[in-house]
């Protein structure tokens, strides 16, 4: 075992794989993951390895699923001494199902579709009952964290009307005993356009906002997770999903 080797782990949906960052051809993946926010916090927390697993357009059902294929904890454990797990949650209005062996997005109005869902489901109760769906997935992130004594931390991309509770002060209010001892990260959605790529994605800086203000969370909230040790930027090491679809595994970016 290395001593003094950390790992940063960042799941989420198109945020964390970096969608709407400009990018060349050959160089597609890299770019976006080392303009992304995990990258940032690599940097920012002086992790020597980042695990990026952004699924763009997943829920976070699919995300957890990927993430528990793609890891291995045993390797995990016998290489790192110090994780960290960063969940950004999805919005809460899509999940996935497997559809002919392959993992489809499910948007929330159609799934409210369903004839029993449709029939018994009260309408004010739609969007809190699927911010209770998202919670049973958090829960169940925090818990492969604490189960292998690495550190969580999450936050969320919320796309929702104005007269609605956003997901992270929403949960923290109305069902916080599923979140004892969980750390949220405050979060605004980006407004401001000149942070906005043409797809409505954040572009590179707004990504690099997201991480910067992450971080500065971190640091008033949780500064024990930073590495205070010095150490070369150039001796990072990052891995990225290439196609969760077809193959969830983590590749190492050159």
């Known amino acids: 075992m290395n001593n003094n080797k950390t790992l940063l782990i960042v799941v989420g949906c198109s945020f964390i794989e970096g969608a709407g960052i400009k990018t060349t051809i050959k160089n597609h993946f890299r770019e976006l993951v080392v303009n992304g926010i995990g990258h940032t916090l690599q940097k920012k927390l002086k992790y020597d390895t980042l695990y990026n697993i952004g699924?763009?357009?997943?829920?976070?059902?699919?995300?957890?699923d990927v993430f528990t294929k793609a890891l291995d904890v045993q390797k995990i454990r016998e290489e790192f001494t110090r994780v960290t797990l960063f969940l950004l949650n999805t919005y809460p209005t899509r999940y996935n199902k497997y559809?002919?062996?392959?993992?489809?997005?499910i948007k929330i109005d159609e799934?409210?579709?369903?004839?029993?869902?449709?029939?018994n489901q009260e309408v004010d109760n739609i969007y809190y009952d699927a911010i209770r769906d998202q919670a049973k997935f958090i829960n169940t992130f925090n818990f492969?964290?604490?189960s292998n004594d690495w550190d969580f931390i999450w936050t969320n991309v919320d796309e929702i009307d104005s007269d609605q509770e956003g997901i992270v002060n929403c949960i923290d209010k109305r069902i916080p005993s599923n979140f004892d001892g969980l750390n949220i990260i405050p979060y605004e959605y980006l407004s401001k356009k000149y942070w906005l790529a043409s797809d409505n994605h954040p572009n590179e800086n707004g990504y690099r906002w997201i991480g910067e203000r992450i971080y500065k969370w971190i640091i008033e909230n949780r500064p024990e997770l930073e590495n205070g040790r010095l150490h070369r930027l150039d001796k990072h090491e990052i891995y990225t999903i290439g196609d969760p679809l077809t193959s969830p595994r983590l590749t190492k970016l050159s």
Request: hydrophobic letters at 35%; proline letters at 0%.
């Open 55 to 64: 699924i763009g357009n997943s829920g976070i059902d699919g995300q957890l």
């Open 99 to 105: 559809i002919n062996r392959v993992m489809n997005t």
């Open 144 to 146: 492969i964290a604490n």
């Open 111 to 119: 799934y409210n579709k369903i004839e029993s869902i449709k029939k």
